[in-house]
């Protein structure tokens, strides 16, 4: 995604435009849910700098962000190469864990064309181990109230049986700066592992990232598809690596 030279920050909100490139769609011309990831990533990643918990300063102090949940719902898919608008804003912390939520603008920001809600925390980037919330400190004068959805995070469980599987084997290319694979490859995984959509489009996801997949490590991904809904699991080493589910229409 190529950025704007406008870039429009506020205290509680950050927005930035971004033309879409021809590599951000599939071959039917909808935007990759990955590229969507990427952009709501990216956002998040520029607002944390202004409000001084970006990554620079927070591995400053042996700290990194992890995402642990991503979920959003797709109203429109976004036309060839426009530009849109992304808007994101924190919400209040909670003990441990802290939301972060997204919309993908049309450029003039009247039509919207996905809503999207992350779940992060913060660790030591020595140990992994969870730090508490308030060891973070924003420099924003209070939380905006507003959410995206109503309705609480999806519990995502494995399935007793799927319809189906493949191995996907993870790569240096994948790697992001905390050194494992970033969240957004992930979709890249879902789509390789489900039968081609044939004309259908993505409408709803959730991705639960259970533990850190790292470059070179052989990811066994599974689905059983319930009508219009594909749920899905990634194991590495028989253990959980990632749940998810992607609604269809």
């Not at 003990?95 to 996905?114: C, G, I, P």
Request: hydrophobic share 35%; glycine share 4%.
């Amino acid at each position: 995604m190529e950025r704007n030279a406008e870039i429009v920050t506020g205290e509680k909100t950050y927005c930035e435009k971004f033309r879409l490139r021809v590599g951000d769609y599939d071959c039917t011309d909808r935007l990759y849910l990955r590229a969507i990831l990427d952009l709501c990533q990216d956002a998040a990643g520029k607002h944390a700098d202004l409000l001084h918990v970006g990554y620079d300063e927070m591995i400053a102090e042996n700290k990194i962000w992890m995402v642990l949940k991503t979920k959003g719902e797709i109203l429109k898919y976004p036309p060839f190469s426009s530009v849109v608008t992304v808007k994101t804003w924190p919400i209040e912390p909670g003990r441990v864990d802290m939301d972060r939520d997204y919309l993908l603008l049309s450029e003039d920001e009247k039509e919207v064309y996905a809503k999207v809600s992350s779940k992060w925390v913060v660790c030591s980037s020595l140990t992994r181990r969870l730090l508490r919330a308030k060891e973070v400190r924003f420099d924003l004068d209070g939380f905006l109230p507003e959410r995206v959805f109503d309705e609480p995070w999806s519990k995502l469980e494995t399935p007793d049986s799927f319809d189906g599987e493949t191995t996907v084997t993870t790569t240096v290319l994948d790697l992001d700066h905390n050194g494992h694979i970033n969240n957004a490859k992930y979709c890249d995984f879902i789509y390789l592992a489900v039968p081609p959509l044939q004309g259908k489009e993505i409408s709803r996801f959730q991705i639960d990232y259970v533990s850190e997949l790292k470059a070179g490590q052989k990811v066994i991904v599974r689905y059983k598809k319930e009508e219009n809904l594909f749920k899905i699991w990634g194991f590495c080493e028989e253990s959980k690596s990632f749940l998810a589910f992607i609604e269809i229409r």
